[in-house]
């Protein structure tokens, strides 16, 4: 059974030198406050959020920029450790808030749907019993067998959409919407996700789009310098806004 429990997690890292106009170091989470302002101040990413979701749950992340959405996406799909309290997920993840996760702009896009199944701990078989309908799903065409940097922005997100979800992901985490293709795509894209959701799964989704939140999640998750302002199914949170 898919679920993910969050209780009182909380990110937070210390800054030992000046802020400066430099270029940012983008290992870094973003947002959240910062507690102390000498060089070595302590930035809280996140604290304290707690929240559960089960099968069949579409997480709305909502909040200002700064509020901590993306980093929390990024500590759900493991790639930050909490430092403070405790994260369990059962299920399979998957993440849609880097599009190049996985890609190589020098190949091709039949060989990055290779490379992001095997990042993925897919199986070649797994991956060749899905090549096509990958590909079909996608409608790149004969762009498929072209280097993924001949790319626009938006084909590279439509064949990055189309792996995430083309194996069922049990937990589908997603920053912002695909934002690509003409209507008909955006209509697909969103079956497909309404679909993995019917099918005992779990989405997690931040955006600053509160039309496509009430239409695609059930529960709304309200963060504000990274804090949890509010946890509420989606009606409760539509009524107020």
């Not at 990413?45 to 089960?54: I, K, N, Q, W």
């Not at 509420?232 to 009524?239: D, F, T």
């Amino acid at each position: 059974m898919v679920a993910i429990e969050a209780n009182n997690v909380s990110l937070a890292y210390r800054v030992f030198t000046p802020l400066t106009l430099a270029p940012r170091d983008r290992r870094l989470p973003t947002g959240g406050r910062i507690e102390a302002h000498d060089r070595n101040s302590t930035v809280i990413a996140l604290d304290r959020v707690s929240f559960s979701l089960c099968a069949g749950d579409r997480l709305g992340i909502v909040g200002p920029n700064g509020a901590g959405k993306t980093t929390l996406l990024k500590v759900l799909y493991g790639i930050y450790q909490p430092t403070g309290g405790s994260l369990a997920i059962s299920g399979r993840a998957d993440a849609l808030f880097n599009i190049s996760l996985g890609f190589r702009p020098e190949a091709t896009g039949r060989r990055n749907i290779v490379l992001r199944g095997l990042i993925n701990g897919w199986t070649k078989q797994e991956i060749g019993r899905q090549l096509d309908s990958i590909i079909a799903f996608s409608e790149l065409g004969d762009f498929i067998d072209l280097p993924l940097k001949t790319y626009s922005s938006g084909m590279a997100a439509r064949l990055a959409f189309s792996v995430a979800t083309s194996l069922d992901p049990e937990i589908l985490l997603m920053d912002e919407w695909i934002g690509a293709g003409d209507p008909d795509f955006q209509e697909k894209a969103r079956q497909r996700m309404d679909d993995l959701a019917a099918r005992a799964g779990i989405i997690v989704l931040a955006s600053h789009n509160h039309g496509l939140i009430k239409r695609t999640c059930n529960k709304i998750l309200v963060l504000e310098q990274g804090r949890v302002k509010d946890f509420v199914p989606i009606e409760a949170w539509a009524a107020a806004a």
